[in-house]
């Protein structure tokens, strides 16, 4: 079969209309196509890896062996668009648009608030839109499995579910009495004044305003697209690229014969494997086979002795006809089937399994798989063919091993994959234990099964295979051989745990590092795997009394603890807020829940960011050449390989600056060296991202390497190494206080880092004006005035000339506001010198590796206490990890120094504060700056003293909690009523002290699991310690027709600030939202803005606002005077005839922020936001997992603008604080480079992280800051509120380690992770592993707190 030369025409539908591709190239992506090509930007790129679900699409296609139409959601970033010949595509703006109809998906989620920044909402419209289309009343189980591959960083995920759930059958209330029916309508609950008021909502929105669900509306498979299905000719199809050919042929024997002819080219699929290879392992294959329309191998067929399943199979496939089978045949026959059902549920997200094929994923051979180690213990085998014939092979070790002897041949293909059925007597599972329980690879995973002589509890045939544990699936073959014929006892497994770990032995460099942490699961599997067959024994021998057979160990019930797993649940909850007074005007919007205002907008993908901008005149694309080294002097930089690539236009470096350069130790482009890896050397424009993206590979920097290195906190302080000097606070008599406690204890504790990974990289477009240098700068910003200001002084032109627009910011977190100057001054240089317009969009990879995020940090503590829990001392001293230049680390130190008591009223107090200089990228500020570190140092001395003193942790913290008004360390007055008021109303709407008692209950009965609890108290100060940080600006326009036009300082990060100053704006101009209008933010309207930042946004520029409204009123009292019954309109065209100005600017002067560090006292911050979480987990002692039960929040919120964009605010903090504490790991190679650069490596929570049952309360008014409408910012706070879970996670490991007799206190390490866990509730299990010495070998990865 020759490969043709011509390529054909590829033919596909998206959102019904006919696409022909005339040159189609297979390395295009659908997502690159769609965006570029079509012009379809709501499907948005997020990580181009498949791991995050931004660009989730619908494709329908006629499946080649059921004839059905089947419609699947996939990750467009990883469909190249040649796989699409014949398919429809649906993307978000087929689903619906604001310009013709809405889907109700789209409609809801915006409605149930489930969009904050929204740039992660197109790809849940589209994983939802595609379960109704397959399923239009799920279940809510059903609903979670779609969503699970969808990352969002900003809302929580509970209002996206709550929009779901308005579509399922079942959709229950909060649960929270375990009736059925939530407690609000039981009417219980009434302990609480939150319980009792009458004024108290739980709704933030109107199920019944709704539209229904229309399937009769849903656009039809093209019959266009039937009729070519069904093409008889089955001609193959050939599609040339630049560098790589795809071939699809349409027969079987077309196939064989491509294959024959092409041996070295592989069989693409899913391109899950491929994909991710060539893109980022630089694997290239000039040609690709492509058999998705050969019907053969799609094949399934059922004997009675197994099941041969098609290798073309997605494995979304595969689970349902393993569910299948397993509902027709005997619980016997079905072990090997329910152990990968078992896996398939968890393996990647629903997206990947549509798409991954079951062929793809056996012949990949990841060492982390699935499937393999259990489809290798289960015996099967795989059916190759060639036009040689056909042949059967196991899929043994040696074929997973990649031996010559035991694979294909080049010229074969797999064409199906057999599993025989188990048998009586024979039991097979599966274990997997990953950072996180879904979308997340595995760190190890294991198949086993072991069969009995008939009757009795004799081994016949063991067979046990791991994954993640080498560089392939490693079968303990010889340790099965030898336990072959013995008995399934304690003796047994005691020398089984031996050999496995003799076996299996992992080196302590090995690559994924974790290395105990592994081999302490694969004796742990071991042991859950011989509890389970020992149950199943159990039940087996009641029917079948054997005579002669042994009677088997009994399992006390403490220990059938680890024989589950933690299940899926839907998370359940309530959300409680005050209503609006019952007088105030229907108009008037402040204080009621208002959707955000872009909600519709970016459910329909119709919300325009920053490379949603279409392509401009002449644009030209720019990528970064980053450091590799550490810290070298650069010797020299060769371009002429790059220059030579096509589309190349020129290379931007430091010579090309023509104002300056960054500052002396912060330089934008390294000049002669660099200081990290990632650090930005120079830069390449060309004509295509593509294109630059090739040629930064090419070009040559040759360094000498400078010492020291520095990359730990340790190093650093061995070094002397500072960004600073130390700050310090101190009261009271520190040392005479410790010389008269009861007791001291002192610790450390250890903070990893936090990558920002809001959704949306960064992004900038410049375009230079003809005239006068101007520029117009778009650029995804939490600062354009900062932006504006470097770039001016980059290029030496004046800031008037330089114009900065953000419409809308895919998330910041505090990581937009320093590094979008950097990337918008590069690029300008880059347009300045090419007179090009340049956009600059930075890869997932790239963002993580060259922007930092929350400092790492370490500290020491001495706590000094009575034995009744009274503090008395408190000495503390913290080292933050700063990176290679400043950037806000002083500021951060100075912040986490001023926060450090949070709730706690000390007398004698020192904390000490420093920021390390080190060859890392430069952290930055990040949402809290500094105080989810610090306070968790402070809560955890709580939790020693605790310990030592024998008392809960909350008796602690009740204790030396602020209690009346009362002065700060740095002797500001405040009044902890709302602190003391949201802790018992914490207290009471979680039952915690109930709950305490059924914890330590449980306790008692379990030993393998165990559950924790924990209630933190917070008091956050809200502000920037700076006054000239203290002011806002806006200027609003009232037009001629009565619609107005608001500006401000503010920039619109998915937080709701536009939505909140409109609703301000409404009040104050009594004109309802719908007349008013925000169209971006401006540094040519608000000139010389601050960062939004520090919770303070809406608070400022909420009183700008006001101010502005005001004035116009002001002007226009005299015209609604004289025609008081007149209309908004009447009034302005009156105004407009008698000459009045209809723009007014608006200015608020805030706060006098001051702090004098020399006396350690100051009034730095205008408020506090006070709050407290009470959170309860349980962990799973064997595997270091943990499921939470249910989070309580109660958050002084004041008088809320907006309670459904503030309790957004607080549970979409909470959830990242929980990633913090709990999963968001970040690995540095011993050499400082990142290891940790996309979702895959990096976990943020995903839905299946939210708690089981989740409550958020804002507690009714009572004090009245000078704030807007006396409400408060609420941005940052409830991140610490996740150390709750933190916390419950380390009293539940304290309470192992109690029954285990291991000393109560150990050192605290964020984020508590399984590894963690896991070890520390150390066992028989964790003592029987061998221990390297850590001299003798250099690790995979270097912590850096
Ligand atoms: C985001 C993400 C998350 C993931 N998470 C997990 C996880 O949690 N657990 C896990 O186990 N895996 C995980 N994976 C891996 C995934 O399971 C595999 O990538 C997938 O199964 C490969 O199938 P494919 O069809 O996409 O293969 P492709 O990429 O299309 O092909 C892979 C290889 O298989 C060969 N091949 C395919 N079919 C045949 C055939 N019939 N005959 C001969 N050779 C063939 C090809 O030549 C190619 O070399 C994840 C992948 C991604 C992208
Ligand atoms: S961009 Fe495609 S999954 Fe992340
Ligand atoms: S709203 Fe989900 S990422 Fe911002």
């Known amino acids: 079969m020759p490969c043709p030369s011509r390529t054909d025409e590829l033919v ?26 079509l012009r379809l930007t709501g499907t948005k790129y997020a990580c181009g890896r498949g791991g995050c679900g931004a660009c989730t699409v619908m494709v329908s296609k006629r499946d080649p062996t059921s004839q059905e139409i089947r419609h699947f959601s996939v ?61 239009p009343q799920p279940s809510e189980e059903q609903l979670l499995e779609a969503l699970a591959g969808n990352l969002c960083r900003c809302a929580g995920y509970r209002p996206i579910l709550a929009s779901g759930k308005t579509f399922c059958l079942e959709s229950n209330g909060c649960q929270q009495k375990g009736t059925g029916k939530c407690c609000l309508d039981l009417g219980e609950n009434d302990s609480s004044s939150l319980g009792r008021k009458s004024d108290i909502c739980t709704e933030l929105f109107v199920k019944e305003e ?34 790589i050919t795809w071939i699809s042929p349409g027969t079987f024997k077309d196939l064989l014969e491509l294959k024959a002819k092409h041996p070295e080219a592989p069989l693409i699929l899913g391109n899950t494997s491929l994909g991710p290879a060539m893109r980022s392992k630089g694997h290239f294959h000039p040609i690709l086979l492509f058999p998705a329309r050969i019907s053969e191998l799609n094949v399934v067929s059922k004997t009675n002795d197994g099941l041969t399943i098609g290798a073309g199979c997605s494995l979304a496939q595969v689970k349902d006809i393993l569910a299948e089978r397993v509902s027709e045949l005997p619980e016997e026959k079905t072990q090997t089937y329910r152990a990968l059902l078992k896996h398939l549920k968890s393996l990647a997200s629903q997206q990947i399994r549509n798409m991954a094929s079951l062929g793809g994923h056996i012949i990949s051979r990841h060492s982390y798989s699935d499937l393999n180690p259990i489809l290798a213990v289960g015996n099967a085998t795989l059916n190759l063919t060639s036009e040689e014939g056909t042949r059967r092979i196991p899929l043994s070790e040696h074929f997973l091993a990649g031996l010559a002897s035991a694979d294909l041949k080049p010229e074969e293909i ?48 063991l067979s046990i295979t791991y994954g993640g544990v080498g560089a392939a699936t490693v079968s303990a073959h010889k340790s099965c051989q030898q336990l072959l014929g013995r008995q399934w006892d304690e003796l047994m497994l005691d020398e089984a745990c031996r050999r496995l770990l003799d076996e299996v032995s992992l080196p302590g460099w090995a690559p994924g590092g974790r290395v105990e942490f592994k081999r302490t699961l694969v004796v742990s599997f071991f042991f859950k795997f011989y509890l389970q067959v020992l149950q199943e024994l159990k039940k087996l021998i009641k029917p079948f009394p054997v005579p002669n057979s042994r009677r088997y160990p009994e399992i006390s019930d403490r220990f059938l603890s680890a024989l589950e797993d933690f299940p899926g649940t839907v998370p359940q909850g309530v ?90 130790d912060d330089k934008l482009l ?51 190494s500072f960004l600073c000097p130390e700050k310090k606070l101190e009261q009271g008599n520190i040392e005479e206080a410790f010389e008269k406690v009861d007791q001291i204890v002192e610790g450390e504790v250890h903070v990893g880092g936090q990558e920002h990974f809001y959704m949306e990289t960064q992004r900038v ?54 590094r979008p100057a950097v990337f918008g001054a590069i690029a300008a240089v880059g347009a300045l010198k090419t007179g090009h317009p340049i956009r600059l969009v930075l890869d997932r990879e790239d963002d993580m590796l060259i922007t930092g995020g929350r400092h790492p940090l370490f500290a020491k503590y001495k706590v000094g206490f009575m034995n009744n829990g009274r503090i008395k001392a408190l000495d503390i001293e913290c080292f933050i990890n700063g990176g290679c230049t400043l950037d806000d680390s002083e500021l951060v130190t100075e912040f986490l120094i001023l926060k450090l008591e949070n709730a706690y009223k000390i007398r004698n107090l020192r904390f000490r504060g420093r920021a390390c200089l080190t060859n890392l990228p430069s952290n930055t500020a990040f949402r809290g700056f500094g105080f989810p570190q610090g306070t968790l140092v402070t809560e955890s001395c709580i939790t020693a003293v605790a310990a030592k003193c024998g008392l809960p942790p909350e008796k602690i913290r009740e204790k030396n909690m602020y209690r009346t008004v009362d002065k700060t360390i740095y002797k500001q007055a405040f009044n902890p ?76 990060l998915g937080q709701g600030i536009h939505t909140k100053m409109l609703q301000v704006a409404s009040r104050e101009l009594k004109i309802p939202m719908s007349y008013l209008h925000i169209c971006e933010t401006s540094t040519a309207t608000v000139p010389n803005t601050i960062a939004t930042a520090a919770s303070l946004g809406a608070d400022t520029n909420g009183r700008a606002v006001q101010n502005a409204c005001q004035t116009l009123l002001k002007r226009l009292e005299p015209i609604i005077k004289k025609n008081p019954e007149g209309t908004w309109e009447e009034w302005i065209e009156a105004a407009f005839e008698q000459r009045i100005s209809l723009s007014a600017t608006g200015y608020f002067r805030g706060y006098k922020a001051f702090m004098d560090w020399e006396k350690g006292e100051g009034d730095p911050f205008p408020y506090y936001v006070y709050g407290a979480a009470c959170s309860e987990v349980e962990i799973d002692c064997l595997t270091g997992a943990h499921k939470k039960i249910r989070t309580d929040i109660v958050m002084d919120a004041c008088c809320s603008l907006n309670p459904a964009i503030d309790i957004g605010q607080i549970e979409g903090a909470f959830i990242q604080g929980m990633g913090l504490y709990t999963t968001e790991e970040l690995k540095y190679s011993p050499e400082g480079v990142l290891y940790s650069r996309g979702p895959d490596e990096y976990k943020i929570p995903t839905i299946s992280d939210v708690p089981e049952e989740f409550n958020v309360s804002l507690l009714p008014s009572s004090q009245t800051p000078l704030t807007i409408y006396s409400s408060k910012g609420l941005g940052e706070s409830g991140m610490f509120l996740g150390s709750s879970v933190f916390f419950a996670i380390t009293d539940a490991v304290a309470a192992a380690r109690k029954e285990r007799d291991i000393a109560e206190d150990f050192t605290v390490k964020s984020p508590a992770t399984p590894e963690w866990v896991r070890m520390a509730c150390a066992d028989r299990f964790t003592e029987m592993i061998p221990r390297d010495d850590p001299k003798t070998f250099k690790p995979w990865s270097i912590t850096v707190a």
């Open 977 to 1052: 009523e709302s602190l003391i008021r949201c802790w018992n109303e914490c207290l009471d709407t979680s039952s915690f002290h109930n709950r305490r008692m059924q914890v330590e209950e449980f306790n008692k009965k379990n030993y393998w699991k165990k559950r924790g609890i924990a209630v933190i108290p917070m008091k956050f100060s809200v502000g920037f310690a700076a006054t000239s940080c203290h002011q806002a600006a806006a200027l609003v326009h009232i037009y001629t027709d009565g619609s107005v036009l608001v500006t401000h300082g503010g920039n619109e």
């Open 575 to 664: 959300q409680r807020y005050q209503s609006v007074d019952s007088h105030q005007p229907l108009q008037d919007p402040v204080g009621r829940p208002v959707m955000h205002l872009s909600g519709l907008k970016h459910a329909t993908g119709e919300a325009e960011f920053c490379d949603d901008i279409p392509m401009v005149d002449k644009e030209l694309h720019m990528a970064l050449v980053t450091s590799t080294r550490a810290y070298a002097k650069i010797l020299s930089i060769d371009l002429s390989k790059a220059l030579e690539i096509p589309g190349v236009v020129d290379v931007i470096t430091a010579k090309d600056i023509l104002g300056t350069n960054g500052t002396e």
């Open 12 to 37: 596909f539908f998206v959102n019904g209309r006919k696409v022909i591709e005339r040159n189609a190239d297979p390395e295009v992506t659908l997502l690159s196509f769609l965006r570029k090509n």
């Open 210 to 243: 709704f539209q229904p669900m229309d399937p009769t509306q849903e656009l039809i498979f093209p019959p266009e697209l039937l009729r070519m299905a069904e093409d008889p000719e089955k001609r193959t199809l050939t599609f040339h690229g630049e560098r």
């Open 414 to 461: 797999l064409e199906s994959v057999y599993i025989p059925h188990s048998q009586k007597w024979e039991f097979v599972s599966a274990f997997r234990q990953a950072q996180c329980q879904q979308n997340a690879l595995p760190d190890v995973n294991a198949g086993m099964r072991v069969l009995f002589k008939e009757g009795t509890d004799v081994i016949e045939d």
């Open 75 to 135: 990750t467009a970033c990883l469909v190249p668009i040649c796989s699409l010949y014949g398919a429809a595509v649906t993307t978000v703006e087929g689903v619906g648009s604001i310009k013709t109809r809405l889907h109700p998906v789209q409609e809801r989620i915006a409605k149930s608030h489930g969009t904050q920044c929204g740039f992660c909402t197109p790809g849940m419209v589209m994983s939802m839109y595609t379960l109704l289309r397959n399923h």
């Open 670 to 720: 390294a000049v002669d060296e660099v200081l990290c890896v990632g650090q930005i050397i120079c830069a390449v424009v060309a004509e295509t991202d593509v294109q630059a993206k090739r040629a930064i590979e090419k070009i040559k920097i040759t360094y000498e390497e400078l010492e020291p290195i520095i990359f730990t906190i340790e190093d650093a302080i061995k070094h002397n």
């Open 765 to 818: 477009l410049v375009i230079p004006k003809t005239e006068d240098k101007e520029l117009d700068i778009y650029v995804s910003a939490q600062d354009p005035a900062h932006v504006q200001k470097t770039v001016s002084s980059t290029l030496n032109i004046p800031i008037n000339r330089i114009t900065c627009h953000v419409k809308r910011v895919g998330g910041g977190f505090g990581g937009k506001i320093g």
